[in-house]
């Protein structure tokens, strides 16, 4: 079995890729199974894979750093159950110094299960060329840190979302990170598209893929600071009325246009609208998105379940006010009966990994 350790910030286009790339081996007959990480318990993407009948284990309640024998488990768990060929094991975006404290601990347990290793991490390329042009991306010193860590201990870098990018702008991060991280793997890539995701596959199943992988020195003060900085909220909210979409499409609105409105940094801002058949996943990160509304699938109706992952530089109350507030709102508006279940609002704690190998 071949295992694929994958890091990298809050909205970088993990989830898009291991989806897309479990799609692809399975279509060549090779089985894939994922394992999701979140300080919540309560996971989009987890629901999202089992929703593209991927072969899912999740650590949940904190990362895998912190959690490692969770991740082991899991890892044995799913070779157990559905005997994958690949295991893609996903970070939670708000984690770094994976290397000390996860890479390196697989590598020595490793009990000749897994015969392959591999880390790559992601970055969003429009988030990436304004941290190189200098630019302030918004976040605590402290966010920042923990954004810069993760791109410095990647031995392969997937510089993702190129396709939002405009020429200029492609060329221009390709001549920055050529100079500024000549040591590292580095990919240009759209998750999005099939062949652009190969391309990561063959490249992370490279056995030279650990090669220049190190151990970083980290200041797990500030590291802790910075989690500290970002607040989570998780729940599901049921929707019942006739035409129950609009409803759904209505307070994923509300409530991306209240942390824009309150100048909240959005980490990651995830919904997963399902009506029982289909599901699909809306999703929000640090940059503006504008056009969301044109890539939904319209579901027909009466009971609609939505999904709310949120990530973001604020108070786990100043969220919870905020959801609270656009659901009494769309209520109203609407008529529509709207019910919470799972509520979960907090701030991550301190980062105590496991294992931890010096540098």
């Not at 702008?169 to 998750?191: G, M």
């Not at 797990?220 to 019942?240: C, F, M, Q, R, S």
């Not at 006010?321 to 009966?337: Q, R």
Request: hydrophobic share 40%; proline share 3%.
């Amino acid at each position: 079995m071949k295992l694929h350790l994958v890091g990298g910030f809050l909205g970088s286009g993990k989830t898009t890729a291991i989806t897309n790339a479990s799609l692809l081996l399975k279509g060549k007959g090779i089985l894939a199974g994922v394992i999701t990480n979140d300080q919540g318990n309560y996971l989009v993407d987890s629901s999202f894979a089992i929703a593209s009948e991927i072969p899912t284990g999740e650590v949940t309640g904190g990362c895998f750093c912190c959690n490692y024998n969770d991740l082991d488990e899991q890892i044995n768990i799913l070779l157990e159950k559905e005997q994958p060929k690949v295991i893609f094991a996903e970070s939670v975006g708000s984690c770094t110094d994976l290397v000390a404290t996860v890479l390196r601990p697989l590598v020595d347990n490793n009990d000749d299960e897994i015969e392959h290793i591999s880390f790559s991490v992601f970055v969003d390329s429009q988030l990436l060329l304004a941290h190189l042009q200098g630019n302030n991306l918004g976040f605590s010193d402290e966010v920042s840190y923990i954004f810069e860590k993760q791109i410095e201990e990647a031995a392969v870098l997937v510089i993702n979302k190129v396709e939002l990018l405009s020429a200029d702008e492609l060329a221009l991060i390709t001549k920055l990170t050529n100079e500024k991280f000549a040591r590292k793997k580095l990919l240009f890539q759209n998750s999005l598209d099939l062949k652009s995701v190969e391309n990561w596959v063959s490249a992370i199943d490279d056995k030279e893929v650990l090669k220049n992988t190190q151990v970083l020195d980290v200041d797990y003060n500030k590291y802790g600071k910075g989690e500290a900085d970002l607040a989570w909220l998780d729940e599901e909210v049921e929707i019942l009325k006739e035409n129950a979409f609009p409803v759904a499409v209505k307070i994923i609105d509300k409530v991306y246009a209240s942390l824009k409105g309150q100048n909240i940094r959005i980490g990651h801002l995830k919904f997963l609208v399902n009506n029982g058949e289909q599901s699909q996943k809306i999703s929000f990160t640090t940059v503006p998105k504008k056009d969301w509304k044109e890539e939904l699938k319209v579901f027909e109706g009466e009971k609609i379940s939505l999904m709310l992952n949120a990530r973001a530089q604020t108070t786990p109350e100043n969220l919870r006010d905020i959801v609270v507030s656009v659901l009494s709102e769309v209520k109203t508006d609407t008529g529509a009966e709207i019910n919470e279940y799972c509520v979960s609002a907090f701030t991550p704690g301190f980062p105590t990994p496991t294992f931890r190998y010096a540098v």
